[in-house]
């Protein structure tokens, strides 16, 4: 499946932003999906994850509360709604999927299989 994500962008702490995830092809409803994130000098970091029926979802603990994963199979398409944004929330947000046939942890880059080109989060103090 191809992915591309948009929604980026620059905001003031404690705002708001919407991110998603567009996919292409029919097995979209069959992925786990995710987002990771990247800030500058550092390693790629998982942020959030939900299984392909939706009924799992996975926060690192530093977003829980704040942000929130979801998908709409119908749409081919995969969210991320990012509310009370802190400064250490800027980096590039990357989506990713797995078939769900491949099990391992959800933490790991090494899992997933498709990666969306990146979208710029940037949150001003």
């Known amino acids: 499946v191809q992915l591309q994500a948009s929604g980026g962008g620059l905001v003031q702490a404690g705002g708001s932003l919407s991110l998603s995830c567009a996919a292409a092809g029919r097995t979209f409803s069959t992925y786990d999906m995710a987002w990771f994130r990247q800030a500058p000098g550092k390693e790629r970091q998982f942020v959030a994850a939900?299984?392909?029926?939706?009924?799992?979802?996975y926060y690192v603990y530093s977003v829980k509360g704040r942000f929130t994963i979801s998908r709409d199979n119908a749409k081919n398409t995969l969210y991320l709604q990012m509310n009370s944004l802190k400064p250490e929330d800027t980096a590039v947000y990357y989506c990713?999927?797995?078939?769900?046939?491949?099990?391992?942890?959800?933490?790991?880059?090494?899992?997933?299989?498709?990666w969306g080109q990146g979208t710029l989060v940037t949150v001003s103090s």
């Open positions: 939900i299984g392909w029926s939706s009924g799992s979802t």
């Open positions: 990713a999927g797995k078939p769900s046939s491949i099990r391992g942890s959800y933490l790991s880059t090494t899992q997933y299989t498709s």
